[in-house]
T-cell receptor, first 116, second 115 residues
Framework: GENVEQHPSTLSVQEGDSAVIKCTYS??????FPWYKQELGKGPQLIID?????GEKKDQRIAVTLNKTAKHFSLHITETQPEDSAVYFC???????????????FGTGTRLTIIP | NAGVMQNPRHLVRRRGQEARLRCSPM?????VYWYRQLPEEGLKFMVY????????ESGMPKERFSAEFPKEGPSILRIQQVVRGDSAAYFC?????????????FGPGTRLTVT
């Protein structure tokens, strides 16, 4: 099955600086890669995703890059703000048929702390 | 459009009791997924259901755990004879019908504590 590794496990960044979180996956058939933000006591919130036919996607201060050859993808947050402090999870998914969607395999999470 | 609803938000059970966790997907969503999250860990897939069908239960423990998604009403994750190791946060996610985007939207979770 799919295995997703995520690094680093903790990351502290000065407010205004950029943060980068990296993930690798094992199954070359994976074709969908979402990123979730989880705040304390809450459920994961989808913040950005990328499909395998795209190399990069950007949404305001957040961007995701995908390298299918190397089987890794990264989350980039620019101009970080205190409200960006949270745990971030990457995930990978395979859609194997038109019958329905497939399960997500999650990384172990990165605790991001923005230092004011 | 209301998001994914889960209840109860917190559930305390003694060892040996049963736990029932409920999940109402977003309106128009017919795919439901259950995930478990242990403290300081990522989410682990348990089961994927559509209305009246279990599509993939490869992440479910073989004993004591069951899930359903009836034609009417919420999806239910049932844990019989709970043990301390079942203490975790259980999250439900939903996604739209076949042919729709892959996004899964998560509920706020049910935090189960077994005493």
């Amino acid at each position: 099955g799919e295995n997703v590794e995520q690094h680093p496990s903790t990351l502290s960044v000065q407010e205004g600086d950029s943060a980068v979180i990296k993930c690798t996956y094992s199954d070359s058939a994976s074709n969908y890669f979402p990123w979730y933000k989880q705040e304390l006591g809450k459920g994961p919130q989808l913040i950005i995703d990328i499909r395998s036919n795209v190399g990069e996607k950007k949404d305001q201060r957040i961007a995701v890059t995908l390298n299918k050859t190397a089987k890794h993808f990264s989350l980039h947050i620019t101009e970080t703000q205190p409200e960006d402090s949270a745990v971030y999870f990457c995930a990978a998914s395979i859609r194997i048929s038109n019958f329905g969607n497939e399960k997500l395999t999650f990384g172990t999470g990165t605790r991001l702390t923005i230092i004011p | 459009n209301a998001g994914v609803m889960q209840n109860p938000r917190h559930l305390v059970r003694r060892r040996g009791q049963e736990a029932r966790l409920r999940c109402s997907p977003m309106k128009g969503h017919s795919h439901v997924y259950w995930y478990r999250q242990l403290p300081e860990e990522g989410l682990k897939f348990m089961v994927y259901l559509q209305k009246e069908n279990i599509i993939d239960e490869s992440g479910m423990p073989k004993e004591r755990f069951s899930a359903e998604f009836p034609k009417e009403g919420p999806s239910i994750l049932r844990i019989q004879q709970v043990v301390r190791g079942d203490s975790a946060a259980y999250f439900c996610a939903s996604s739209p019908r076949r042919g729709s985007p892959y996004e899964q939207y998560f509920g706020p979770g049910t935090r189960l504590t077994v005493t």
